[in-house]
C-alpha cells in the first residue's frame, strides 16, 4: 500500500505540528491538554501566518525595488469572510495541516467554526471587492485595498418568533489572528472649521482651511495571499482614534468649534458599518467615514510615492491608478486636488490632469435610492474646503459642455455635479464620472444600461468612458475551498490547475452524459445536502428530505430582489395541494438566506412573511413534507459556503434591470445548481454560457418592463384575472399564517397592490410559476438533470474573478505582473 504521504509532506507535517504547539505554549500560555477549540484555531492561524508574513515580506521588497506601478482599491466595504481555510488552500497547506492536526487529536473543520467572520460589507458590492483582492494577489499584480477597520461589522441576525433582530457583531473580541497593526504609517485627518483666503506676493489667491478638529487614522493590514502563496498583498483598514494634539487655536478662536466637536467623536467614525445597502439615508457620520478613509489613505499612497520620488510628481499617474467602489469613496476626487493645489502647490491644470488620470469609478446600481447625493449645506460643515473645490470642478466643466452644446441648459442641469432645487445637492456620480479616466458597469447589461438611462449624456460628451466589465468570483473560495468534494471529483477527471484557469473546466462538458461521472457529481450533491440538511436540523430543528430539491435564494432581501414572488409562490403550491392532496410535484425545500436594513420595513415584514408562512407549511400534515420552508438566519460569507454547495436550484429572480450583476448566481453555478431567474444582470451572461436548454428564464426583458410601465402598469389586472393570484393575496390577509394576529402580513399586499407594485411582482408571477413547473419536471428526469448540472460547473469559466481582474487590467488599470521569488 502506498504511503499517504510524501517524504516532504511528512516533514512539514512535523513543521506544522511543532509550529502549532509553539504558538500555544509561547502565544497563547496554553498546553496540549488546556487547549479548547478556540485556542487550537488561534494557534493554528498563528502557524499559518508565519508563513503568510514571510510572503508579506517578499512581496513588499519586491514591490519596492521594482517600483511597481500599483492599484488602490478603495472601498468602504470588505467582506472577507473567515480566513484560515481560504489561506491554508492558498499557501498549499490544507491537507498538512488537517493530517497535523488529526495527530494531535484535532480536527481541522471543527476549530475552523471557531472563526468569526470578518463581515465588513454589506453584500455583493462588498464580496466582489474580497474577490478582486484575491485575483490581484493571485495573478501577481502590485494592489492594496483600502478600506475602513470597522470596530462592528454587519449586524447578527437572529430571528426571534418569526422577526428579525439586529444583534452586534464583534469580530475582533477575542482578537483577530491576521491584522498587524502599523503605527508608524498613522495618518491625521482633518474636518469641520473654516476656509481662510490669502493673497501670495505672486498674486496667487492661497486657501487655508482651519480645521475644527483633527483624528488620527491607524493603519491595520490584513495579508491577502494569492493562490499557490507567491504575492502577498494587504487589505489596509483604517481605524479611527482621538488625536494626540488638539487644534487649540481654532478651539480658543471660537465656540462654534466646540458645538462642531460634539458632532463626531473620533472614535465613533469607524465604529459601525452602515447596514442599508442600495438606499442612501444622507448620514452624516457616513460622510465623515468615507472622507476618513479616503484622506488617510492617499496621504499613504502619495508618502510611498514621495519616498521614491521626492517632490517629482510627473510620475505619479504612471505609478498610481485608483478604482472607486462605487461613489462611496469620491470624496477622494477633491481631497486628491486639495492635496495638489493647496498642499503641493500645483496649477490647478496640473493637479487635475493628474487626478483625471488616477481614478476610474466603478458603478454598481442603477436604483435612484442609492444613488448618493450630500447636502451642500453638509460637506461645507464638515469639508468647507472641498465643497469650494467642488464647485471649481463643476464651474469649469460647464464651461467643456458650453463649448459642445452652447447654451444647452438642459444638457448642463443634467451632466451638473450641483442639483438644484429646494436644497443644493451634490451628486457623487456625476463628480465620479467628471473626475475619472473611466468609468464601468458590472455585467453587459447593466453598463449598457448606465450608457443608455444613468449617464446618457456623458456617453455623448465623451463616448468609449463607460465600459464594461463583468463581475467574477474567486474559484478558490467558492469551489475549491468550499466544495472539497466536487473540487477532488474535478481534480480526477481533468487535473487539478483549473482554479489558476477556470475555462479548464469546460473539460468536463464531455463527461455530463457519462452515467458514472453523472453518478459521482450528483453523489457529490447528496451528501452536501445532507450535511446542509444536518445543519438545518441543528439550528433550527426542522426535517428535511435530502431527496427533495433544494431551492435556493440567498441574498440580501430586497424588493426589487423579489424574495416575495418566490413566497407567493410557495402558497400558490401549498394551496394547490389544500386543493388537491395527490398534486403531483417532486418534494422540495424553499432554503432562504437574507438581511433586512433594520429601517427597512417592508424587508422586514417579508422575512417575518416567510418565516410564518414557513412555519405554517412544516406543521401541516396535510403537505405530507412535499413542502418545507426554511430561513436560516445570520445569512453571511461562511454561511454561503455551506449552503452553495448543496443547492440545487439557484433563484435569482430580480425585476429585469434592477440587479446590476449578482454574484451569487455564479457561485451557485459554478457548484452545480440550476438557475431559475430573468434576463437580468450576469444572468444573461450565463445563460450564454450554458445555453437555454441548461438554464430555466422567465419573466418580463428589461424592454417589456419599460413598456409596460409606459403603457400603465396597473396590479389588479393581474390580481383580478388571474384567481390563483387574488387567493393568495386575500390569504395574506387573513389570520391563518398569524394566529389571532389578522393583517400582520398585509403591508406586502398592500405594497403590490395600493402602491403599484414598482417591482412588476404580479405580473411575472404566472411566468415564474410555470418555469417552477418546468424545473420540477427536469429535476425528476435524473439523467438529465445530472447533465444540467454537470454543464453549468464546466461552463463556469468566465465568472472567475481572474478574468474580471485582467478585464480590469486591459481596459483600465494598464498593469504589469510582479513575479516574487
Ligand atoms: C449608498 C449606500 C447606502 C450604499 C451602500 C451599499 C449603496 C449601495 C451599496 C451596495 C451595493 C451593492 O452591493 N451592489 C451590488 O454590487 C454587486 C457587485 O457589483 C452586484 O453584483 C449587485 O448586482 C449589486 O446589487
Redesign the pocket.
Known amino acids: 500500500k502506498a504511503p499517504s504521504t510524501t517524504a516532504s509532506e511528512a516533514i512539514n507535517k512535523i513543521d506544522f505540528k511543532e509550529a502549532v504547539i509553539r504558538h500555544l505554549h509561547c502565544t497563547l500560555g496554553t498546553d496540549e491538554n488546556k487547549a479548547n477549540n478556540h485556542a487550537w484555531w488561534k494557534a493554528t492561524c498563528a502557524a499559518i501566518q508565519e508563513n503568510v508574513l514571510e510572503g508579506l515580506r517578499k512581496t513588499q521588497k519586491t514591490h519596492y525595488l521594482n517600483d511597481t506601478r500599483a492599484v488602490h482599491y478603495f472601498s468602504a466595504e470588505f467582506l472577507m469572510g473567515r480566513l484560515l481555510s481560504n489561506n491554508m488552500h492558498n499557501l498549499g497547506l490544507f491537507d498538512t495541516a488537517q493530517e497535523a492536526l488529526k495527530e494531535l487529536g484535532v480536527e481541522l473543520t471543527d476549530i475552523m467554526e471557531e472563526e468569526p467572520d470578518m463581515a465588513l460589507g ?5 464580496r ?1 471587492a474580497a474577490c478582486f483582492i484575491d485575483s490581484l494577489a493571485t495573478m501577481e499584480l502590485p494592489a492594496i485595498g483600502y478600506g475602513i477597520h470597522y470596530e462592528h461589522g454587519l449586524f447578527r441576525q437572529e430571528i426571534k418568533s418569526g422577526a428579525q433582530i439586529e444583534r452586534p457583531d464583534s469580530w475582533r473580541d477575542y482578537g483577530n489572528p491576521w491584522e498587524i497593526c502599523r503605527p508608524e504609517s498613522i495618518q491625521e485627518v482633518s474636518l469641520y472649521g473654516y476656509v481662510e483666503t490669502k493673497y501670495g506676493e505672486n498674486g496667487r489667491i492661497q486657501k487655508e482651511w482651519h480645521p475644527g478638529v483633527t483624528v488620527k487614522g491607524v493603519p491595520w493590514d490584513i495579508p491577502v495571499v494569492g493562490y499557490e502563496g507567491k504575492t502577498v498583498n494587504v487589505l489596509r483598514l483604517w481605524q479611527s482614534e482621538a488625536s494626540d494634539y488638539f487644534n487649540w487655536d481654532v478651539f480658543n478662536a471660537g465656540g462654534y468649534v466646540d458645538a462642531q466637536r460634539e458632532n463626531v467623536h473620533a472614535e465613533t467614525i469607524s465604529k459601525v458599518l ?1 447596514p ?6 444622507g448620514k452624516e457620520l457616513r460622510l465623515v467615514q468615507q472622507y476618513f478613509f479616503c484622506s488617510c489613505s492617499l496621504k499613504d499612497i502619495i508618502r510611498r510615492y514621495k519616498r521614491a520620488h521626492g517632490d517629482d510628481w510627473s510620475r505619479f499617474v504612471e505609478q498610481v491608478v485608483i478604482q472607486l467602489n ?1 461613489t ?1 469613496p469620491a470624496i477622494a476626487i477633491p481631497e486628491l486636488m486639495r492635496i495638489l493645489v493647496d498642499r503641493a502647490e500645483l496649477d490647478w491644470d496640473k493637479a487635475w490632469n493628474i487626478c483625471t488620470q488616477v481614478f476610474a469609478y466603478t458603478n ?2 442603477l436604483l435612484p435610492e ?1 444613488l ?1 447625493k450630500w447636502p451642500a449645506r453638509m460637506i461645507e460643515k464638515i469639508l468647507p474646503r472641498h465643497l469650494e473645490i467642488i464647485y471649481e470642478i463643476n464651474h469649469r466643466f460647464m464651461a467643456l459642455v458650453d463649448k459642445k452644446w452652447p447654451g444647452d441648459n438642459e444638457k448642463k442641469a443634467k451632466l451638473s455635479i450641483i442639483e438644484e432645487g429646494n436644497e443644493k445637492m451634490v451628486r457623487m456620480g456625476n463628480l465620479s464620472v467628471i473626475g475619472s479616466f473611466a468609468v464601468n458597469g ?1 455585467a453587459e447589461i447593466h453598463s449598457h444600461l448606465v450608457k443608455q438611462n444613468l449617464f446618457p449624456e456623458f456617453e455623448a460628451l465623451w463616448p468609449g468612458k463607460i465600459t464594461n466589465v463583468t ?1 467574477g468570483i474567486t474559484p478558490r473560495r467558492w469551489l475549491k475551498a468550499c466544495n472539497p468534494a466536487l473540487s477532488a471529483l474535478i481534480d480526477k477527471k481533468i487535473g487539478n490547475d483549473w482554479p489558476l484557469d477556470l475555462n479548464k473546466l469546460e473539460g468536463l462538458s464531455k463527461h455530463a452524459e457519462n452515467k458514472t461521472f453523472q453518478k459521482q457529481f450528483m453523489q457529490v450533491k447528496h451528501a452536501n445536502k445532507q450535511r446542509l440538511a444536518k445543519e438545518i436540523k441543528h439550528s433550527l430543528d426542522i426535517d428535511v428530505d435530502v431527496n427533495a430539491i433544494f431551492d435556493v435564494q440567498i441574498k440580501r432581501l430586497h424588493e426589487y430582489k423579489r424574495q416575495h414572488l418566490n413566497l407567493l409562490h410557495i402558497m400558490a403550491l401549498y394551496r394547490r395541494i389544500l386543493e388537491n392532496p395527490d398534486y403531483d410535484m417532486h418534494p422540495r425545500v424553499f432554503i432562504f438566506g437574507a438581511k433586512a436594513a433594520p429601517g427597512y420595513r417592508l424587508a422586514k415584514d417579508i422575512i417575518y412573511a416567510i418565516n410564518m408562512v414557513g412555519n405554517k407549511i412544516n406543521n401541516d400534515p396535510r403537505v405530507k413534507n412535499k413542502i418545507k420552508v426554511v430561513f436560516m438566519p445570520n445569512y453571511r460569507v461562511s454561511l454561503a459556503e455551506k449552503m452553495i454547495p448543496a443547492s440545487d436550484v439557484s433563484e435569482q429572480i430580480s425585476t429585469a434591470g434592477k ?5 451569487g448566481n455564479m457561485k451557485l453555478a459554478l457548484n452545480g445548481a440550476l438557475t431559475i431567474g430573468t434576463l437580468d ?1 450576469a444572468n444573461i451572461e450565463i445563460a450564454e454560457e450554458v445555453g437555454d436548454d441548461n438554464i430555466f428564464i422567465f419573466g418580463l426583458t428589461v424592454d417589456e418592463v419599460d413598456a409596460l410601465k409606459n403603457d400603465g402598469y396597473n396590479p389588479l389586472d393581474y390580481y383580478y384575472r388571474d384567481a390563483e393570484i387574488k387567493a393568495i393575496l386575500d390569504w395574506l390577509e387573513t389570520d391563518y399564517f398569524t394566529p389571532g394576529q389578522p393583517g400582520a402580513l398585509v403591508s406586502i399586499k398592500q405594497s403590490l397592490l395600493d402602491e403599484g407594485d414598482a417591482y412588476m411582482v404580479l405580473a411575472d408571477f404566472r411566468a415564474y410559476s410555470d418555469a417552477q413547473i418546468k424545473v420540477d419536471e427536469a429535476y425528476r428526469d435524473k439523467t438529465r438533470w445530472a447533465k444540467m448540472a454537470i454543464i453549468n460547473t464546466a461552463k463556469m469559466g468566465k465568472f472567475t474573478s481572474d478574468r474580471s481582474i485582467q478585464d480590469y487590467v486591459d481596459k483600465i488599470w494598464k498593469l504589469r505582473a510582479c513575479e516574487v521569488k
Open positions: 454589506n453584500g455583493g458590492l462588498g466582489l452602515y442599508n445597502d442600495e438606499t442612501e439615508a462605487d462611496h454598481h446600481t442609492a448618493e458590472v463581475n440587479e446590476a450583476s449578482g454574484t444582470g
